[in-house]
């Protein structure tokens, strides 16, 4: 019977994509593993791999198409045997968008399943995700009246195969128990006027109109959504990086005939990662009705990209040099500026650093990115006058800093520890090597 090929989610924030460019055409044959097209999240572009063996019987969605929901039946796959005669009748939404240029695709939860004789819905999970099962497994698991669901796939990728259903048997469904009516759900709050209203106020002025890409969308929804739902709080301290700076040029000098170059971002990534050793309680994230405190410090560091920015995550970052971890910062900050970034090298850590002194920013205040506990705004390095130990007026190269926090995961006293161990580490650099 014909197979639906569905739009992949290849992140789990992903909720649509664009298909850049089909590496197959109908009539191709193909297999399990074989590269099938291209797909852009809103972060990276991706390979998306066949699943199942057969042969391209329909591409319903040309490729360049924007805006294809995840669950989307994109084409349609043979078995051995089938023609494209199998093939009845596509879904007219999915049909006319493939005929015509594909200028919009239909939403999964709108697009009806490919009438085929004998066909069956592409089996999904409660939360909405495809699970894979070859074609002979799901044929046994409905003569069976099996929920593939239930069943541990043992194949590749956890897919379900012929062994995992031959000797499953059902199991029947549990009475509903009655619930009461759910209340009406509550209303999104606002984010500000329709565009219809906006464009509005600008009639008659000159304008260009730009239209939100998948990244873009992506960072409005989260941070709207981070700075309504965590309750932030800031903590602010002047860094002095005289010490630094100089022991940062003596390292640079033994390490020219490496081709090595420490930036003050790889100290500040290694101060950061030991703090939250030594501050162990901070080393935390929010994870709905609990916290989870992590043992490695993972910390994610934000590149500034056309069109938005990445947050890769140098994991176990306590444990590297500064030499490995600039020299993997540097990998993580070019591939994302490519948006070659695989999601697990973006996604999880406990604690980002957005460093903005590069662009002359004296001090801001960065919003945290959910779910980590904090997150530390840099800024510039300026020669300032100080007041010495002993009192005497001097001029020092100050480096002011703020910390983010959550306050669900960190409070005020725990957060000024992380902060005061963070200062400690830049102002005495050579402990950082100890």
């Not at 490919?114 to 592409?122: L, N, R």
């Not at 100290?267 to 994230?285: G, R, T, Y």
């Amino acid at each position: 019977m014909p197979i639906e090929i569905l739009m992949p989610a290849l992140s789990p924030t992903m909720e649509e994509g664009t298909l850049a460019k089909w590496l197959v055409k109908e009539g191709d044959t193909v297999s399990s593993g074989d590269i099938m097209a291209e797909i852009e999240t809103d972060k990276a572009t991706m390979e998306f791999e066949a699943v199942d063996e057969g042969t391209i019987g329909k591409i319903l969605v040309a490729e360049g198409t924007e805006g294809v929901k995840v669950n989307t039946p994109i084409a349609v796959l043979l078995e051995d045997g089938e023609s494209a005669d199998d093939i009845k009748t596509a879904a007219p939404e999915a049909a006319q968008a493939a005929d015509a240029g594909n200028e919009a695709a239909p939403a999964a939860s709108e697009a009806p399943a490919i009438p085929a004789a004998g066909s069956t819905p592409a089996p999904q999970a409660a939360d909405g995700t495809r699970i894979f099962a070859s074609p002979l497994a799901r044929r046994i698991a409905a003569d069976k009246g099996l929920n593939l669901a239930d069943i541990k796939g043992s194949g590749p990728h956890g897919r379900i195969i012929k062994a995992d259903v031959e000797g499953a048997s059902a199991t029947p469904k549990p009475a509903a128990a009655s619930t009461p009516a759910a209340a009406p759900a509550a209303a999104a709050p606002a984010t500000g006027p329709a565009a219809d209203a906006v464009m509005a106020m600008y009639d008659g002025r000159d304008y260009e109109e730009i239209s939100l890409n998948g990244m873009r969308k992506t960072i409005a929804a989260r941070l709207t959504e981070a700075k309504q739902s965590i309750p932030h709080f800031y903590l602010r301290r002047d860094i002095e990086l005289d010490a630094l700076l100089k022991f940062r040029g003596e390292l640079n000098k033994q390490l020219e005939s490496r081709s090595v170059k420490l930036s003050v971002n790889d100290f500040i990534i290694k101060a950061c990662a030991l703090a939250l050793q030594s501050v162990p309680d901070a080393n935390a994230v929010w994870a709905g009705d609990r916290m989870l405190k992590l043992k490695p410090s993972d910390v994610a560091v934000a590149v500034a990209i056309e069109g938005g920015l990445f947050t890769p995550v140098l994991k176990d970052a306590e444990m590297k040099s500064l030499s490995a971890l600039s020299a993997e910062m540097k990998d993580l900050a070019g591939r994302a500026r490519d948006r070659k970034l695989a999601p697990h090298e973006y996604q999880g850590g406990s604690f980002a650093i957005s460093n903005l002194g590069m662009f002359g920013i004296d001090n801001f205040d960065a919003v945290i990115n959910p779910p980590h506990g904090a997150i530390l705004a840099v800024g510039a390095g300026a020669k300032k006058p100080i007041v010495g130990k002993d009192g005497e007026l001097a001029v020092a190269t100050v480096m002011s800093v703020t910390l983010s926090v959550d306050h669900r995961v960190i409070d005020g006293a725990l957060g000024a520890k992380l902060l005061q161990a963070i200062k400690e580490n830049l102002e005495n650099p050579m402990t950082m090597l100890a």
